[in-house]
């Protein structure tokens, strides 16, 4: 286990567990929060015992309020974005491997942009999520005008920019924002069995899938099957494609020599 200033980084069973480590400031983010994120982020991309990251807040209450405002006496009254250094969010999406969100309480302002980041979100029942920025004469600065329309549709976005809503995690699950929902007290296990389905495939096939469907609205229809077509082609060594060989004949027996021509 690695204990940063703001965030708690503990790695087992293939998982990487990033926990924020602000219950007393509602998990804020601040600037040491980032740069923990950053650090945390850089060992673990390179570490390939690591299959699934997953994303949580430390105590009960809170995944992530949002931003400090405390941090900087004058952020109150200056509204815009401040450089943050590396946008550990964008780094969420450009890791290989899947990162997962486990939003055990709400998940306000940057804690829902930081969720949107990942890519896949399970949420506790008793939580809230929103964007609530333009209540306060602001608007989500952390990817969350880019990010929500490509998860929730461009309708069901500008709702939640344009109006600061929160919403609960029945509504959240509705909209397509999060994955699935638990009680508080299981929401870390239900997540944890969805990981362990993509921990126990081919980290090669896990890699290379996340990254060609993050790629996907970059690239217009035509290039991006030619570039899937080129990826897949060359993403395997003879020796990764006889290790997902076998481990496809042990999940099933019937599976065919799908890599044989690999």
């Known amino acids: ?49 690591v299959r ?63 969720a949107s ?14 964007v609530p920025e333009i209540l306060f004469g602001a ?3 952390g990817g969350g005008t880019q990010r929500l329309p490509r998860i929730v549709g461009m309708p069901k976005a500008k709702e939640m920019v344009l109006t600061g809503r929160h919403y609960t995690a029945q509504e959240a699950l509705a909209m397509g924002l999060v994955t699935g929902i638990a009680p508080r007290a299981q929401v870390m296990a239900v997540a944890e069995a969805f990981a362990r389905e993509i921990a126990d495939l081919a980290p090669h096939s896990v890699r290379t899938g996340k990254m060609l469907v993050q790629r996907a609205l970059d690239m217009e229809l035509g290039t991006g099957l030619l570039f899937e077509r080129r990826t897949i082609l060359t993403m395997a060594s ?5 290790a997902a060989q076998e481990h496809a004949m042990a999940k099933s027996g019937t599976y065919k020599n799908i890599f044989s021509k690999a």
């Open 139 to 141: 608007l989500p600065a």
């Open 1 to 49: 286990m690695t204990t940063f200033e703001t965030l708690i980084l503990e790695k087992r069973d293939g998982f990487a567990y990033c926990t924020i480590n602000r219950p007393d400031r509602a998990n804020t983010l601040s600037r040491q929060l980032m740069a923990d994120f950053n650090s945390a982020l850089d060992e673990i991309e390179v570490d390939e015992d």
């Open 238 to 242: 003879p020796e990764e494609a006889k």
């Open 52 to 114: 699934i990251v997953l994303v949580t807040g430390a105590g009960d209450r809170h995944f992530c309020g949002g931003a400090d405002l405390r941090e900087n006496a004058s952020a109150l009254g200056d509204r815009r974005p401040r450089s943050m250094g590396r946008d550990f969010m964008s780094r969420f999406e450009e890791i290989p491997q899947p990162v997962i969100a486990v939003i055990n309480g709400a998940a306000m302002g940057g804690g829902c942009e930081i």
């Open 117 to 130: 980041a990942c890519d896949f979100r399970f949420m506790a029942e008793e939580a809230k999520i929103g």
